[in-house]
């Protein structure tokens, strides 16, 4: 079990990356839905979400546990979690994905309020949660600018 959490809750090992790991996790979803994840119809793509969620929680906190830290820089689910709501129902397109990946990586890093409480909440639940209102934010505001343009 051990294994699988680290393996899990680094993303598989994108986590491990020395620069920026929380963007290298958010690149690598953007690039993961792009060639399959889009392909879900949206009932399973909510249940993949939802899977994501849950598991990313749990094995995150276990995974933080373990190496004696709240939320450890090398935990990334959570980025790839914010980033695959983010880009929910979004065209498979360049310009639709970066604004998604660009309005993801900003509320993440700036954390407005009432994101950054999120952080707050225990365990892995703190870890999934910020990410996930970051997520959910940047994916209105993605679907937004599209009716616009």
């Given amino acids: ?5 680290k393996l899990f809750s680094t993303f598989f090992g994108v ?3 020395p620069k920026a790991p929380g963007t290298a996790a958010s690149a690598v979803a953007v690039v993961a839905y ?3 994840v889009h392909f879900l119809p949206w009932p399973w793509y909510i249940l993949f979400l939802l899977g994501l969620f849950f598991l990313g929680r749990a094995a995150s906190s276990a995974y933080a ?3 004696g830290e709240e939320d450890p820089r090398r935990v990334v689910i959570d980025e790839a979690l914010g980033q695959f709501l983010a880009l929910f129902l979004v065209p ?3 310009l639709p994905m970066l604004l998604a990946f660009g309005f993801f990586r900003f509320f993440d890093i700036i954390k407005p309020y ?3 409480r999120l952080e707050k909440f225990p365990g892995g639940w703190g870890i999934m949660a910020d990410d996930a209102a970051a997520g959910l934010v940047s994916a209105a505001l993605v ?5 616009w343009i």
């Fill in 65 to 67: 546990a373990e190496l």
């Fill in 143 to 147: 679907h937004i600018l599209l009716l």
């Fill in 15 to 17: 986590g491990f990356c």
């Fill in 114 to 116: 009432p994101i950054r």
């Fill in 92 to 94: 498979v397109r360049w």
């Fill in 1 to 5: 079990m051990k294994i699988f959490n």
């Fill in 34 to 36: 792009w060639l399959a």
